[in-house]
């Protein structure tokens, strides 16, 4: 058990984080439920994975329900999440899960652009189709811009009645493999599915 001294340094500390975190610039931070910094079930190969805070689908069954309300989790800066993925060598490239990720489209297309930058590649989940997602980023320029950094696209809702664990990377049948870029065709153990495409 802490002693009185390293209770109230661990407070102190912590608060000093909370003053960082607002002192952040708006669009240079997001906001995640948590984050995991080496993955192989997010997609393929080693993967750094964000699971974002917020999302309006609230699917039955979800297995992240702690991510639907926009508020919680915590806020990082941009650079401290370039800075942990940077420590693992490992990793092929970022996911972006959650949440819904587009509710964040801007930031995150920032990250996933520094991604881009150091040779990794960028999968993204949404409940989304990705035809509403067209529709919307005519309107939304974070999801314009996070389309276009995302090399593959995981879409539409969790739907319980088609849970599959047939089809690797998705939770339900219904949801979609969907390449947006060549690097996205590349992807390992993806391009045998019949539902991959290029856009």
Partial sequence: M?????????????KREDQKR????PGEQVRLASLVEESIVDGPGMRFVLFTQGCPHRCPGCHNPQTHLKHGGRLYSLDQ???LYDQHTACQGITFS???????GGPLAKIAEAIHARGGDVITYTGYRYERLKELAKEDEGILALLKETDLLIDGPYIQEKRSLEIPFVGSSNQRLIALTQRGLSLDQLAQFSEFRTT
């Fill in 22 to 25: 607002e002192m952040m610039v």
């Fill in 98 to 104: 959650g949440g819904e990720p587009f509710l964040q």
């Fill in 81 to 83: 999440i370039l800075s």
């Fill in 2 to 14: 802490l002693d009185y001294w390293e209770r109230r340094a661990k407070l102190l500390d912590s």
